[in-house]
């Protein structure tokens, strides 16, 4: 039974950082790309961040590129999503999803059809 559990949300105030990490148990993690989602009230779900199988691919929305930094530890089975400089704007549910056995990280954080198991979320809140 695959499971995905994220960790790491909370509360914290603009321009400071968290660290969210995923740990998913019941497959081997470097057989798929993984990712960030995330998803405000009212909006719809959009690919934050996701890497490849191993690691040598990332891929990062626009809206956080140089503040976010995404890593994947297939050992420990856990992806991790640094976050620094927090806006506002961040505030959102945050979902660790693994991509299906031939997705891309581009292509998993393009199209979350592609993502093949999800986590159940954790909040992201910034404060202004």
């Known amino acids: 039974q695959v499971q995905v559990v994220e960790s790491g949300g909370g509360l914290v105030q603009a321009g400071g950082s968290l660290t969210l990490s995923c740990t998913a148990s019941g497959l081997g993690l470097d057989d798929y790309a993984m990712g960030w989602f995330r998803q405000a009230p009212g909006k719809e779900r959009e690919g934050v961040s996701c890497i490849g199988r191993s690691g040598g691919t990332v891929y990062y929305a626009e809206s956080v590129k140089g503040r976010f930094t995404i890593s994947r530890d297939n050992a420990k089975k856990t992806l991790y999503l640094q976050m620094n400089s927090l806006k506002p704007e961040d505030t959102a549910m945050f979902y660790c999803?693994?991509?299906?056995?031939?997705?891309?990280?581009?292509?998993?954080?393009?199209?979350?059809?592609?993502?093949?198991?999800w986590g159940q979320g954790t909040q992201v809140t910034v404060s202004s």
């Open positions: 999803a693994v991509g299906d056995a031939i997705t891309t990280a581009t292509i998993l954080c393009r199209n979350s059809t592609y993502a093949r198991y």
